[in-house]
């Protein structure tokens, strides 16, 4: 089954406590994304890539970091978390620039 | 760069009856249009999609658009809501030729009721 998935579901954590969440799509996808999603906001791009080795910002990509070292997966890093970093995040790939995305079910961080 | 306006943020209708999502766009050609729906605990998942060509789109589900230029609109419609369509509804503009560039609305939150 054609999927992207994203571990964990949920995860609570303190502020600083780095933090790594994983992302992985089976379609041989060569472009990923990273989005958050928060109340009257939607949905905000923190980074994307375009293939193995090339990312680039988003509109929100302070305090995230992500590495692209294997086309499938496309893990969200963030060094030392803060209380604004708590939202829903969202893996999404697609196969070409504009193609419709698929997403990934989400990761529901907080951060105290 | 784009912009996608969803003046919504509630919408409330009656099982059996018709909807009609709102979604604006700000772009100074032609984008791509898409709607995705995301159901509680899921992720988003895409309803249709608009590039080029006939303005009226058909998508999964019952779902269909208008693409309408004049108007910078891009509407999704439903002729009949099931309690199934309980969800939120996200607009999208992607620019052509720019990478990845998709810019999402703050979404339409649809209740239905029996």
């Known amino acids: 089954e054609a999927q992207v998935t994203q571990n964990p579901r949920y995860l609570i954590t303190v502020t600083g406590k780095k933090l790594t969440v994983t992302c992985s799509q089976n379609?041989?996808?060569?472009?990923m994304s990273w989005y958050r999603q928060d109340p009257g906001l939607g949905l905000r791009q923190i980074y994307y890539?375009?293939?193995?080795?090339?990312?680039d910002k988003g509109d929100v990509p302070e305090g995230y970091k992500v590495s692209r070292k294997e086309k499938r997966n496309f893990p969200l890093i963030l060094e030392s978390p803060s209380p604004n970093q708590t939202s829903l995040y969202f893996c999404?790939?697609?196969?070409?620039?504009?193609?419709?995305?698929?997403f990934g079910n989400g990761t529901r961080l907080t951060v105290t | 760069a784009q912009s996608v306006t969803q003046p919504d943020i509630h919408i409330t209708v009656s099982e059996g009856a018709s909807l009609e999502l709102r979604c604006n766009y700000s772009?100074?050609?032609?984008?791509?249009l898409f709607w995705y729906v995301q159901s509680p605990g899921q992720g988003l998942q895409l309803l249709l999609k608009?590039?080029?060509?006939?303005?009226l789109v058909q998508g999964i589900k019952g779902f269909e658009a208008e693409f309408k230029r004049s108007q910078s609109s891009f509407n999704l419609r439903k002729p009949s809501v099931h309690w199934s369509d309980a969800a939120e509804y996200f607009c999208?503009?992607?620019?052509?030729?720019?990478?990845?560039?998709?810019?999402f609305g703050i979404g339409t939150k649809l209740q239905v009721i029996p």
């Open positions: 608009y590039f080029s060509g006939d303005t």
């Open positions: 999208a503009v992607g620019a052509p030729g720019g990478y990845q560039k998709v810019t």
């Open positions: 890539s375009m293939n193995v080795e090339v990312t």
């Open positions: 772009y100074g050609a032609t984008p791509y």
């Open positions: 379609m041989n996808h060569e472009y």
């Open positions: 999404a790939s697609s196969s070409t620039q504009n193609s419709p995305l698929h």
